[in-house]
């Protein structure tokens, strides 16, 4: 697939062309190859996310069913207290 991108910056243009000249392999090789890392990175990032979301439901979920059943266990002893 083929993307086109205009109006980048000339500085960055030219930091480009250098970089890729360093490494022997031509801008658009270079810019591929960063596009492609950034995408692994980006895919990487959104997965924890939602392991971290999830992770956070599930201690809220423990968070409350300890608290429920401390309350639970509070009345209880309440209603024997009284009997």
Not at 14 to 43: C, M, N, V, W
Request: glycine content about 2%; cysteine-free.
């Amino acid at each position: 697939m083929d993307i086109i991108v205009r109006n980048i910056n000339t500085m960055a243009m030219r930091e480009i062309d250098e970089i890729a000249k360093e490494k022997k392999i031509s801008p658009q090789e270079f810019l591929k190859g960063r596009l492609e890392k950034s995408l692994a990175t980006e895919k990487r990032n959104m997965t924890r996310g939602k392991e971290k979301r999830k992770n956070n439901m599930n201690s809220r979920n423990f968070l409350h069913v300890t608290m429920e059943h401390n309350l639970q266990k509070k009345r209880n002893a309440t209603q024997e207290m009284k009997q």
